[in-house]
Each structure stands twice: as structure tokens, then as C-alpha cells.
């Protein structure tokens, strides 16, 4: 569904008409309400002269009415977001709009409209009515150079805008750059007596300016361990991008887990998100290794104590926060990293050696590591091991 700008009084925007945003508030009432009549209270200890079968099945009842109420909280969350979600409107001066279409018709693009808008974090977004004048292939990227040079602010395309422009006029978005950028690296080793790995990961940039890189490591080894870690990878996906809160995603993935009575299913989870116009780094662990953070020869180890996920039906998951600057690494290792460490000479002497790496690529950076590590172990791979690489560098 595309989305309509209603600008209001004082150059405020709101994203959907004021009907829209009403109904939207009023489901995310309904949602509520939902919710309590989901939550009760949780029933006594057994007495002696209750059967404890009917006890157990009173708790889990509970339970599972528990986890539906959270979730139906998290949609009405999400419904308010959304119906509330603003943006402040930058009339473009005359001056502007001149330059501006001037870079572009060199270009053989013309203008038609120009919109600024400025989210509630303070950053840009630029809708520009176009279109080409000449056949010749113009990339959406192009035209962001040209906006970037004539509006004196670095912009690129958003994720849903087209990759060429077209000769008809079409409405194009932009999206200020962030401050920093990112380099990603890993490397990995499977368990000698397995085909394929229990690790699975995944780095992703959003459209908000942050990146999020998720590592989780399955129970046991090989096909069943990587078809659990990678489910969880991919829910964790899917859920943060329809817009769930991550302690919330993170918390349905754990009641999905814990929900199978079939068999026992447990992964790790290991979260970092990185906002790329601040540098602030976010790290959520639930029952994950220690994660490294790496600032030229400075290394900050960063550990949590809990269990992993499917275990038991809520968690607490361990948040841990810090400020990134330009040129550290955020080094996130499954658990087979460490195991094999502690073969050797002991996990202890990990951030030594973090600290005396001078590779610059994040790739090497993890080659390098994994190679010690092996070392450490003889050769010997006794569990799947995975090590990411994320270097954060500023523009400026």
C-alpha cells in the first residue's frame, strides 16, 4: 500500500490522511482490549487434592494465553507507529529549486516538484516529481549525485525506489546518507564429522540508517542444528522489517521454539545493530559467545550469562550498549570459537591477540582469527565455528 503525505499546520506531515490514521488508532485500541481478555492470573500451586496433569496443563494454558496478549500488544505498538508517525516539512526556496534543476536537466532529467521532509531523528528525505528527456539509461544513483551537489546534503536512492528513471513523470524518493559505512567480513569452519554448518548469519542494512548483522548457533551439528539456526535468522528477519520491536521479535521466536513438543528446539541468538548516522552500536545475546569490539589495539570484551532460546517460554535477554567511532570492528563469534580456544592456551588471550591484529579488511580479520583458533585446537574442528567482521568507517 503506498503511502499519501497530508502536510498539516506548521509544516507538519503525516504519513497517512487523518480518516486512515483514525482507523488505525482504533484497531490499535481493539488490539488492546484483545489483550486483556487474554491475560489472567496464574493459577496456584497444585494443592493435594488437585490432580497435578490438570495443574500442568492450567500453567501452559496460562502461558501460552500470555504470549498471545504480548503479541496482540506488539500489533497495537506497531498500529500507533504508524498512525503517529510524522515528518517536519522544509519548504525548498526558489533559489534551490533553480540549482536543482539546472544539475538535472544537463543531465537530461526534468523537474516537476521538490518535497523535504525531516523525520523525527532529524534526518532528510527528499521526494522529487521527474522524469528524462532522452532514451539513454539514467540510474535513480545519478540523479542522486546531481540532488547530492545541488542541495548541499548526501543523498541516495531509498530501497523502494526504482533503479532507472523513465520518461514519464514519476515521484522518486531519497534518503540522506548516513555518517559512517560499513565493511563486512567472516569465515567459518564446519564440525569435521558433518557436511554442513549448525552456524547461520546474516547482515542487513535497513532503510532507518542502521545495520543489522545476526548470528545464531543450532543445537547439536549439521542439517537439524542448521535448519534451526537458520529459522531463527530468518523470523528475526521478517519480523523486524513488518515492524516488531526486537525484544518482541525475540520473544515470539523464543515461544515458537519453546512451542515444539515434539523434539527440543535450541539456538542462540546474537544480535548487533549499528546506527550508521550516529554510530551507536546496540547488542542483544541470548545464550551467545562474548562478542569483541576492537579500537586500534583497545579491545572491549562483551559478555552475557543466560540461556538460549526454546528453553523456557519467557526470557530476559541481555542488552548491551556502546558508542562506536571510526576505524573499530565489532568481532561477534559462535560458540565453537571459543571451545576451541580453550584447547589451547585458554579463551583469556583472545583479546590480546584481537588487539595486535593490523589487517584492515574485516575478512582477513576473521581468516586471521579462525586460524588461530584452529591452531589452538591442532587442526581439530569439534564444533561448527563462525566468526563475523563488521569495520565501521565516517565519511568525513
Aim: hydrophobic content about 35%.
Amino acid at each position: 500500500m503506498r503511502r499519501q503525505a497530508e502536510i498539516k499546520d506548521d509544516n507538519i506531515v503525516t504519513i497517512i490522511p487523518e480518516y486512515g490514521r483514525q482507523k488505525l488508532l482504533g484497531y490499535a485500541e481493539s488490539f488492546r482490549d484483545l489483550a486483556q481478555l487474554f491475560e489472567g492470573e496464574e493459577p496456584d500451586a497444585v494443592p493435594e487434592d488437585r490432580d497435578r496433569q490438570e495443574y500442568l496443563w492450567q500453567k501452559k494454558l496460562y502461558e501460552s494465553r500470555g504470549l498471545l496478549a504480548d503479541h496482540l500488544k506488539e500489533m497495537a505498538h506497531i498500529m500507533t507507529d504508524v498512525a503517529q508517525e510524522s515528518y517536519q516539512y522544509h519548504p525548498v526556496g526558489e533559489r534551490k529549486y533553480r540549482q536543482t534543476a539546472h544539475y538535472l536537466k544537463e543531465a537530461g532529467i526534468l523537474l516537476k516538484n521538490f518535497m523535504i521532509l525531516e523525520n523525527e531523528d532529524g534526518h532528510l528525505t527528499m521526494s522529487l516529481m521527474m522524469k528524462t528527456q532522452t532514451q539513454e539509461s539514467i540510474t535513480t544513483e545519478d540523479a542522486a549525485g546531481l540532488i547530492s551537489m545541488a542541495a548541499g546534503v548526501r543523498v541516495r536512492a531509498a530501497g523502494n525506489t526504482p533503479l532507472f528513471m523513465t520518461e514519464e513523470w514519476n515521484v522518486y524518493h531519497f534518503l540522506e546518507e548516513p555518517s559512517y559505512h560499513v565493511l563486512t567480513g567472516f569465515a567459518k569452519a564446519t564440525k569435521e564429522t558433518e557436511k554442513i554448518s549448525g552456524d547461520n548469519y546474516s547482515f542487513c542494512e535497513m532503510e532507518q540508517g542502521k545495520m543489522l548483522a545476526i548470528l545464531s548457533d543450532g543445537m547439536g551439528s549439521g542439517e537439524k542444528a542448521c535448519r534451526e539456526s537458520g529459522r531463527v535468522i530468518e523470523m528475526m528477519e521478517r519480523l523486524i522489517e513488518a515492524g516488531f520491536r526486537k525484544e518482541a521479535a525475540i520473544q515470539i521466536i523464543n515461544g515458537a521454539l519453546a512451542a515444539g513438543e515434539q523434539e527440543q528446539n535450541m539456538s542462540t541468538l546474537d544480535l548487533c545493530e549499528l546506527n550508521l548516522y550516529n554510530g551507536s552500536c546496540e547488542f542483544i545475546k541470548v545464550g551467545a559467545a562474548c562478542t569483541y569490539i576492537k579500537r586500534e589495539h583497545l579491545v572491549d570484551r562483551l559478555s552475557a550469562r543466560n540461556l538460549p532460546l526454546g528453553v523456557f517460554q519467557q526470557i530476559e535477554p541481555e542488552i548491551i550498549r556502546r558508542q562506536l567511532q571510526d576505524g573499530d570492528y565489532v568481532i561477534m563469534l559462535s560458540d565453537g570459537v571459543l571451545d576451541a580456544m580453550e584447547q589451547g592456551i585458554g579463551e583469556e588471550i583472545l583479546p590480546e591477540l584481537i588487539g595486535k591484529i593490523t589487517h584492515a579488511n574485516p575478512g582477513e580479520i576473521a581468516g586471521q582469527i579462525l586460524n588461530y583458533c584452529l591452531h589452538q585446537s591442532r587442526g581439530q574442528v569439534r564444533d561448527d565455528m563462525t566468526v563475523l567482521v563488521i569495520g565501521m568507517w565516517s565519511y568525513n
